[in-house]
Structures are given as C-alpha cells and as structure tokens.
C-alpha cells in the first residue's frame, strides 16, 4: 500500500489510508465516531488481511466486553458479534433479550446449524426450547421444528413426550377411518408423518399408547 492520505490533515481521509494500507484502526482514532465505525474497520481488516481469524477472534473478545448496554439493544449487539463469528453468544443474547427471542433464536440457530457455524448440541437447545413454547398451542408447528432435531432417536423421544404433553393425537398422528388408515383430518400430511416412517409411527404411538395405559 502506498499510504493513502496519510499526509493530509483531513481524519477520515487518514483513516481510509489506514483502511486501504490493512492497518490496525484504534478505537479512539480520529474519524471513528462511533462504535460501528470501529467494528467495521476491524471487520474490514479481518476480512482483507490475514489478520483473519485471529482478528475476528479481538473483535469478539472486545464487543462482549464491551456488553450489550454498551450497544444500547441487542441487535445493535448481536450483530457484530455475529459477523465476527461470535454465532452462539449473538443466537444466545437473542433468545436472553429480544421480545421474541425464542422463535428467533431457533431460526437463527437452524439456519447457522446448516452452514456448520454453530454445534449441533446448541442448535438442538435452541429448537427445543421452541417447540417445547409453542407445543400447548401449536403442537404442529411444534412437531415440524422437531425435525431439525439431530439424531433420530433422540427426534423419536422429542415426538413422543410431545405427544404425550399435548395429547393432541389427532393434530399430530391423524385419525384411523373405517378403512384402518390414518390420514390427517384436512386431507393433508399427518404432521408425524413428515418426520417418521410408519413402522417407526406406529412404534411411537403403541408407547405412548402403553404409557397411557399405565396412567
């Protein structure tokens, strides 16, 4: 780099010479006015340097430092944190701080899980505590979330004790007609259907069924 601006007396034009040159930016240099200014510099760095990682890594070390207050909500922190790879602590202060937390978690939690950006044990978390807050009134959407699930066991468990929870047989496993069939009653897909085979339904609803029986 030829050091763009670093003669002139003007700060932003230093800074983007910083900027051009891939040279560390101090959080109090001049023409950082703010917080996303700094991070942007340290992202631009990271990004175009092989600063790389190791950057990221500063950059998530400062912003959780700095906390959420800093920031002054938490998408304004969540954010940053996740573009410097900070996944599972920018999905965990979602979950902790936004009014909708559960729902956008477990969205952002699928959706980093399927990129390999956070562990499965931490997608998992995040899907079942959804389901588990939605099963009394939405046991479809519920079992729908299931599937995320890694493992098929552990899904087949997760199935059962929802049903178990809601008792809502109908929604979830269809009804039986005069044929012996079950089928959903609008017609469509049976929810557990969607996630199982039928030797592996009918497996999960004989437990349940025996459980039931033990009650």
Same mark, same amino acid.
């Given at each position: 780099g030829g050091g763009v601006g670093k003669g002139d007396g003007d700060p932003i034009r230093r800074l983007v010479g910083k900027l051009l040159d891939l040279q560390p930016v101090a959080g109090d240099e001049e023409g950082v006015e703010n917080t996303e200014d700094y991070v942007y510099c340290h992202l631009h760095r &990271? +990004?175009? &340097?092989n600063a790389g990682e190791e950057g990221r890594r500063r950059l998530r070390d400062e912003v959780k430092g700095w906390g959420m207050k800093h920031f002054g909500d938490v998408w304004s922190y969540a954010l940053p944190l996740f573009l410097a790879g900070g996944y599972e602590d920018a999905i965990r202060a979602v979950k902790d701080h936004d009014d909708r937390g559960s729902v956008r978690s477990c969205t952002l939690a #699928?959706? @980093?899980? *399927? *990129?390999? +950006?956070?562990?499965? !044990?931490?997608? !998992?978390?995040? #899907?079942v505590q959804y389901a588990r807050a939605v099963e009394a009134v939405s046991p479809? #959407? @519920?079992m729908d979330y299931l599937a995320e699930v890694g493992g098929r066991q552990a899904r087949k468990d997760l199935a059962k004790a929802l049903l178990m929870n809601t008792r809502a047989y109908a929604d979830l496993a269809g009804v039986v007609g005069d044929d012996g069939v079950r089928a959903a009653a609008d017609g469509g897909q049976v929810p557990i259907d969607r996630l199982f085979g039928r030797g592996e #339904?009918? !497996?999960? +609803?004989r437990e349940c069924g025996d459980e039931l029986g033990r009650e």
């Open positions: &990271s +990004l175009h &340097s #699928v959706v @980093a899980g *399927r *990129r390999g +950006l956070v562990g499965p !044990d931490f997608r !998992d978390g995040c #899907v479809c #959407v @519920a #339904v009918r !497996d999960i +609803l």
